[in-house]
């Protein structure tokens, strides 16, 4: 990564230099979050991925015959 492309927070947009940043990977992808976007990214994922350039839809969970 070049000193032009410092890393930020996929939500806010904050940089690593103002706030740190957890990685995580989704896709084949890396995705960076800070801490104060880590509760919208659990609990409004759809909202924040839609910020995300290319993502397809989250999976949705497979209901298991039977229970």
Do not use: F
């Amino acid at each position: 990564m070049t000193d032009q492309q410092q890393a930020c927070c996929l939500n806010c947009g904050r940089t690593e230099a103002q706030m740190p940043l957890t990685t995580w990977r989704y896709q084949g992808r890396e995705l960076r979050i800070c801490p104060q976007c880590m509760p919208a990214l659990i609990h409004e994922t759809e909202k924040v991925l839609a910020k995300w350039p290319d993502v397809s839809e989250p999976a949705q969970p497979h209901s298991i015959p039977g229970v």
